[in-house]
């Protein structure tokens, strides 16, 4: 079974090659975003993309004998009022029994002051249903 350890919404990750240690550089709990101008609020409905560096790294493992980390890995973008704005997924794969996976987005897509959710799934081989393994929450204050 794949265990979730953490995951982390930071600017970037940096990581050793000697060590393959990773780096987490300015982590992201609260972003003050000054727009020009005041958009009209069809515009905020729409929503409005801000491009930033933002990633998000998971770190994940396997007590599993095999040492073998196969699945899917999405992340779900939501707005304060739970409307889903972005959605990526990938396929991961680990023939040891540690693995990072490093999400690297540039921007957000936002729609209104208040606590956006990075929410983390997994889904092994073979299973059907992905599973809920992080809620990662980001206040916006849009100025």
Sequence with gaps: MIKHVWSILCEKSILDQETNNVSITNAIEQ???SLKGKPDKLSLKKGIYIPFNLEIVT????EDV???IEGEYKIEIKAP???LLQEYETHVQSNNKRLR???RNIGLKVIESGVYKFNIFLKEKGEEQYRKVAELPVEVMLG
């Design 31 to 33: 972003l003050n975003l």
């Design 66 to 68: 095999a040492n073998v």
């Design 59 to 62: 770190f994940l493992c396997t």
């Design 81 to 83: 009022d739970g409307k």
């Design 101 to 103: 996976v490093r999400n």
